[in-house]
């Protein structure tokens, strides 16, 4: 699985703000503060949006189809950036960190699932191609 993270890599208009910071793991809470989202200005997808997720709780956003659930989720991992409102975790706008050090700490799953030609272990470790098998097994034992 070497160079394979590259497959999936996107280039993205998002850039890190001058002396923006690793994130180092979420120690309180992940908030979605009166967020609003739009792909066309003229037609939001999302408004006023909010909730909460305690640090360490799993969460599911659910709903009917084109309901903004997927466009939720991108703003969590900075994918975009709401059009009002603000992304926080821990009390700090996700923007003061840097986009990779949030994107390691994220993990969702999407309606189409993809699998690779690969053992379960080697799917899981995707975005950490070096991760030995103990690593993937001693995360998982961990929680």
């Known amino acids: ?21 690793p994130h180092r793991g979420s120690r309180e809470r992940s908030n979605l503060i009166r967020s609003r989202f739009a792909y066309e200005e003229e037609q939001p ?3 006023d949006v909010s909730f909460r997720i305690e640090a360490g709780q799993v969460a599911a956003v659910v709903g009917r189809t084109g309901a903004g659930k ?3 989720v991108g ?9 009002s409102g603000v992304v926080k975790i821990d009390g700090v706008d996700i923007r003061q960190y840097t986009q ?3 994107r390691e700490q994220v993990s969702f799953v999407l ?4 699998l690779f030609h690969a053992p379960v272990w080697k799917n899981i470790a995707y975005g950490r191609p070096n991760a ?7 995360s998982r034992r961990a929680r």
């Open 1 to 21: 699985m070497s160079g394979s993270g590259k497959f999936l890599e996107t280039d993205t208009d998002l850039k890190d703000l001058p002396g923006a910071r």
């Open 45 to 47: 997808v999302l408004k």
């Open 70 to 72: 997927s466009s939720i």
């Open 75 to 83: 703003l969590v991992p900075r994918f975009y950036d709401p059009t």
């Open 100 to 102: 990779k050090s949030i």
């Open 111 to 114: 309606q189409e699932t993809l």
């Open 132 to 138: 030995t098998r103990s690593e993937i097994f001693e």
